[in-house]
Structure formats: C-alpha cells, structure tokens
C-alpha cells in the first residue's frame, strides 16, 4: 500500500494523561531530544488508549523530520513543501529512508509536547496520521525559531520490503509527485512496467507504460546513472492504464541508463 498524508497544525484542544516524562515543559528549557521523546510517549500514548501499537522512532526517519524542522525555522516558511517545491519525501528520501507509504504532521507556535500533541489530535488530519494502520514507524522533531518560536515535525512511514529497498538508489531528487493523500490497493505490487529513454544533447526523456490494473494510481520512481554514477532522481505519481513521460536535465551529454521502479517491479532502460 502508498500513501502520503499532509497535516498542518496551528491550535490547541483536546487533552492527555499526564504519563509522559516532560509533557508539559519548556522545550527551550529541557531541549530537543527531551521534548521529542515527550512527543513520541504521548503520540504512543493516544495510539494505546485506541488499542493500536506505538510507533517505533526510527533514527532516519527522525534525521528527515529534524532536518525539514532546521529547514522551515531557518528560512521561515511554514508547508510540507519547500519554496522550490520539492516535497516533505524528499527529506525522508535524502535520510536513506526506502518507504512505501508516508505521511507528515507539522506545527508551529505550540508551546510544549503535550499542546502540540493536543493540537494534532483534535484536527482530524492530523489524527489520521496519529492513528493510521499503514504506518509502523515514526520520527519527530523540534526546532527553535525566532519568527515562530518551535516548529515541530513528525514523519510516519511504513518501510518497503526488504527486496525493494536493496533496489532502491539514494541520489539528488527531482520530486514531481502529487501532494494529495493516496491510497493502493494490493494490485499495485503485480503491475509490471515498460520504460524507454531517449537523449537530446542533455534533456533526457523517459517513457513509461504503466499496464492497467485494479489500482488506479501507483508510485514511479526512476534512477538516472551515467558512466557508473547517479545522477538523477525522479519521482512521480503515475496513472495505471496510461503512459507516464518524465524529463530531466543532465550533468553531461553522454549514454547512461535508468532504473524505473513500478511498485516492486524494476525495469531498465538505456539511452545513447
């Protein structure tokens, strides 16, 4: 199954146990690593009172939600983009994080973990996220903004299988997958794909078919190597049943080959 959740949280409500070491703190007075630990006991906390397992932190998992924090509080923006564009997966992607399902909550200008926590689970949004089956692992963050005072972060992802993230490649990302939250069916992991490229100087175009199947839409990934190196990555959501046309820029004008990802299924394609 995929699927990429997007929340964004601004006010507080709701309520929880008082359980969970520094809840109530101030994140500048016990830092980070405390006040996301508050986060990640209160988030298990609301997931075991509605009978469902805590999220495990995974460590790159929490290196992409710090790192989108760091983002928005240093530059000052507040989204589950960038400014440029690219999405909160290209964080999770940067980490080394192989996932086939993600979600993202964030906020801003709550004041400790149990108020942000609060805020989330009284958006109905956010408390998807909160209680989602599909997800297993979790990663969160804080950081210290002068214009917002904290911002805070936690990804949610379901890890791929073994065999697909041994196939999968960590490399620059061009993401131009659609925001909107998603959802597959098991058919997914049965569709195979074929994929042709083609150079122009060094505009590169890649073709796809993606065959017909019970899931209306899948994720594609492509990996651009040339003379033994990535160089590109691209991204996207692709409707089954239809062909899929990918471009990239490339460092150099010479032959390469892509590695398309469909699901489960890889194939390859060569370019002069």
């Known amino acids: 199954?995929?699927?990429?959740?997007?929340?964004?949280?601004?006010?507080?409500?709701?309520?929880?146990?008082?359980?969970?070491?520094?809840?109530?703190?101030?994140?500048?007075?016990?830092?980070?690593?405390?006040?996301?630990?508050a986060v990640s006991c209160l988030t298990n906390e609301y997931r075991a009172s509605l009978g469902l397992p805590g999220y495990a932190v995974d460590a790159r998992v929490t290196q992409a939600a710090q790192a989108h924090a760091d983002d928005m509080a240093t530059r000052g923006y507040y989204a589950h983009s960038t400014p440029e564009g690219a999405a909160f997966t290209t964080?999770?992607?940067?980490?080394?994080?192989?996932?086939?399902?993600?979600?993202?909550?964030?906020?801003?200008?709550?004041t400790t973990a149990r108020d942000v926590v609060q805020a989330w689970i009284a958006s109905p949004a956010h408390e998807a996220n909160l209680?989602?089956?599909?997800?297993?692992?979790?990663?969160y963050a804080i950081a210290f903004s002068g214009q917002y005072a904290f911002v805070?972060?936690?990804?949610?992802?379901?890890?791929?299988?073994?065999?697909?993230?041994?196939?999968?490649?960590?490399?620059a990302d061009?993401?131009?997958?659609?925001?909107?939250?998603?959802d597959l069916a098991a058919?997914?992991?049965?569709?195979?794909?074929?994929?042709?490229?083609?150079?122009?100087g060094r505009t590169l175009r890649l073709r796809i078919t993606v065959p017909k199947q019970r899931a209306s839409r899948t994720r594609v990934t492509a990996v651009v190597s040339q003379r033994g190196r990535v160089v590109?990555?691209?991204?996207?959501?692709?409707?089954?049943?239809?062909?899929?046309?990918?471009r990239a820029r490339l460092p150099k004008a010479a032959a390469g080959r892509v590695v398309v990802m469909v699901g489960t299924k890889t194939v390859v394609a060569r370019f002069r």
């Open 91 to 110: 964080w999770l992607d940067t980490a080394g994080v192989s996932w086939q399902a993600a979600g993202e909550n964030i906020a801003r200008q709550n």
């Open 174 to 182: 061009t993401d131009t997958e659609d925001e909107d939250g998603y």
């Open 232 to 246: 590109r990555r691209l991204s996207t959501i692709g409707t089954t049943g239809h062909n899929q046309i990918l």
């Open 152 to 171: 805070w972060v936690q990804e949610f992802v379901r890890p791929t299988p073994v065999a697909q993230a041994a196939a999968s490649a960590s490399a």
């Open 1 to 37: 199954m995929l699927a990429i959740v997007l929340a964004l949280a601004v006010v507080p409500a709701a309520s929880a146990s008082a359980a969970c070491a520094d809840a109530d703190a101030w994140p500048a007075d016990i830092g980070g690593a405390r006040t996301t630990a």
């Open 131 to 139: 209680r989602a089956p599909n997800f297993t692992q979790a990663g």
């Open 187 to 200: 058919a997914a992991r049965e569709i195979a794909a074929k994929a042709s490229a083609s150079r122009s």
